[in-house]
Each structure stands twice: as structure tokens, then as C-alpha cells.
């Protein structure tokens, strides 16, 4: 499922990068706009990739549980980076964009495609951002879980009930 959501918002990406790229030339108000949004992102999702790397979150149990859920929040936070990581993609095509508004007039083939490409990069991770509320309840449910398990050993009950 996840790999149709991700092949989806690549396609959104593209489609909106070809057809929506004449309506953004010479418009300073997107600019400002998308800037602002993905810069609210990009700080949105350091704060995730901080919570995710929190040893808290660490499963109960011996050393081995803990080394056996190192992969799984590793690969979370590699597809978190990637994400930060088109966020500043798009802000830099828009700077790129701005730029080059300004350097080459109004129709460049060059211009064109700086302006396709942050409209991919933005529509893309847009979507993808729909993702994450997903990734915080699994992360939360874990937590959760997990010190559920922890007081019911203190309390000296088995993890069933």
C-alpha cells in the first residue's frame, strides 16, 4: 500500500509540475507562500526525526529487543530525512527560481524547468506529508505499549493481563 502512495504522489508530482507550471511564472505570491509552508515543514519534521531517535522509545526487554528495533527506527528516520530533505529541495529550486525570474525574463527554457522542477519536488513531498500522521500514532502506540508493559512488570502482572 505504502508503495502505491509513494508511486501516487510521484505521479501528482509530475502531472502538476507540467500543467500547473504556467500558471506559477512571475507569481511572487506562490513563491512566498510555498516558502513559508515548506519552511514550517522542514521545522515540523526535525522535530519528528528528534522525538523518533529518542532512546525512550526503546522497547522493554534485554539488549537484544533493543538491538532488534534499531533497524526499524533507523529506516523511519532515513524516510523522514529524505523527506527534510526534499523540503529543502523545493526551497532551493524557489530560490533558484526567483532568481532566474529575475536574471533570464520572462520565458527561458532554464526558468521552465526550475519551475517544473519545484513544483515536483512540492507537490511531491506535500503528499508524502500526508504520511506522517501514520508514522506519529505508530511511533505514540509503541511508546505507549511499551510502558504499558514496563508498569504492569513493576505492578509484578504478566504482559496478557
Not at 55 to 64: A, K
Not at 71 to 89: D, E, K, P, S, V
Not at 107 to 135: A, C, D, Q
Request: aromatic share 14%; with cysteine; glycine share 8%.
Amino acid at each position: 500500500m505504502r508503495i502505491i502512495f509513494f508511486l501516487f504522489c510521484i505521479a501528482a508530482g509530475i502531472a502538476g509540475a507540467y500543467y500547473a507550471q504556467p500558471f506559477v511564472a512571475n507569481n511572487s505570491d506562490l513563491v512566498l507562500i510555498v516558502i513559508t509552508v515548506f519552511t514550517v515543514f522542514a521545522g515540523f519534521l526535525i522535530a519528528i526525526i528528534t522525538i523518533i531517535g529518542d532512546p525512550i522509545l526503546i522497547s522493554e526487554g534485554s539488549w537484544r529487543t533493543s538491538e532488534g528495533g534499531r533497524a526499524r527506527m533507523r529506516q523511519r528516520l532515513n524516510l523522514h530525512i529524505a523527506l527534510f530533505t526534499l523540503y529543502l529541495i523545493t526551497i532551493a529550486l524557489l530560490f533558484a527560481g526567483v532568481i532566474a525570474e529575475k536574471a533570464m525574463g520572462d520565458y527561458n527554457t532554464i526558468r521552465v524547468w526550475i519551475e517544473r522542477g519545484y513544483l515536483f519536488f512540492g507537490i511531491t513531498s506535500f503528499l508524502l506529508t500526508f504520511g506522517l500522521p501514520i508514522s506519529l500514532i505508530e511511533m505514540q502506540t509503541n511508546r505507549y505499549d511499551a510502558e504499558t508493559t514496563r508498569r504492569r512488570k513493576a505492578a509484578g502482572l504478566s504482559e496478557d493481563g
